[in-house]
């Protein structure tokens, strides 16, 4: 859209087309300065006639991605670390119990954190895969860790990562005992390494505090992911036990629930969002489930 100013009566044209530029008034000399907004009053109302940059809708992306030319910031509304998988359980013949396996941990996460980014640098966005439940032996067994969810830019440096849950384990037991040590998984920590804004407002007009809309419902969030459970061992040859369950991902009214554990000889479920899959039981053995694949959901504003 085309911007006149009157110049001695005569309406001209601000355009690079036309060789002209618009100068401001600053103190008391005229700079030549970026125009972020520009209104005109129409019939006593002032209506906007052009903003440098619109804040951009929501995007998963992943790989390289350019931070657009005019953008200064970035709002990620949620992310978090892969979660881990949980162990199966353990029978055994002579050892005077059984063993559930832990669920698995969650991922680091953060909700509704602003960043600053230069305009025009490429950010290497990855998104945390999920842990494998713990295969082979039953006895000496290990689930599957998740992996970091992270943000690196080529001028910013490292904004963020968020570290995958660590996946528990069963070890030192044997088909005729001992009972084996059941131990619990670990949740994901959150590193924040970029600047982060805890004020502002966009030059379309966001106020950066309002933004509660990720799963914790509250601005400038992020922690460290949740253990899953671990019941350990039950008492007597074929007594029954319940696998543990997978920790919740995200802390707040949002939360995503953990896998369930997996019920003796039955099945249980895997985990979501970075959350931690359900652990196996016993008697009869059951198998433990993945954790859940970390995600995250971000925007390029502008501030002014």
């Keep these: ?13 601000i355009s690079s087309s036309a060789g002209t530029q618009l100068y401001v008034r600053d103190s008391t000399s005229f700079t030549n300065k970026t125009i972020i907004n520009a209104y005109v009053k129409d019939g006593g109302s002032w209506r906007t006639t052009f903003t440098l940059f619109d804040t951009t809708g929501y995007q998963t992306t992943t790989g390289s991605v350019a931070v657009p030319a005019n953008a200064n910031a970035i709002h990620v509304q949620y992310a978090v670390g892969g979660g881990s998988g949980g162990v199966k359980g353990a029978e055994y013949d ?3 119990g059984e063993s559930a396996g832990a669920g698995g941990a969650s991922g680091g996460y953060i909700s509704d954190k602003v960043f600053t980014v230069t305009g025009g640098e490429t950010l290497t966005i990855t998104a945390g895969t999920a842990g494998a439940a713990s295969t082979g032996s039953a006895y000496n067994t290990t689930a599957g860790s998740g992996s970091a969810t992270s943000i690196t830019g080529s001028s910013s440096g490292s904004l963020f990562s968020l570290a995958g849950g660590t996946g528990g384990s069963g070890t030192g037991g044997g088909v005729q005992g001992p009972l084996r040590s059941n131990n619990a998984s670990v949740g994901g920590a959150a590193t924040i390494s970029g600047t982060v804004l805890t004020t502002g407002t966009t030059v379309d007009g966001l106020n950066i505090t309002t933004f509660n809309s990720g799963p914790v419902g509250t601005f400038n969030s992020n922690g460290s992911g949740t253990a899953g459970t671990n019941p350990g061992n039950c008492g007597g040859d074929n007594c029954s036990i319940t696998g543990g369950t997978g920790g919740s991902s995200y802390s707040g009214p949002g939360a995503v629930s953990g896998g369930t554990g997996a019920p003796a000889g039955g099945s249980g479920s895997a985990g979501t969002r970075g959350s931690g899959g359900g652990g196996g039981g016993a008697q009869p053995q059951s198998s433990g489930s993945d954790g859940g694949a970390g995600e995250l959901n971000y925007r390029f504003m502008r501030m002014t």
């Design 1 to 13: 859209m085309p911007i006149y100013v009157k110049d001695g009566g005569t309406w001209r044209e």
């Design 94 to 96: 002579k050892a005077g």
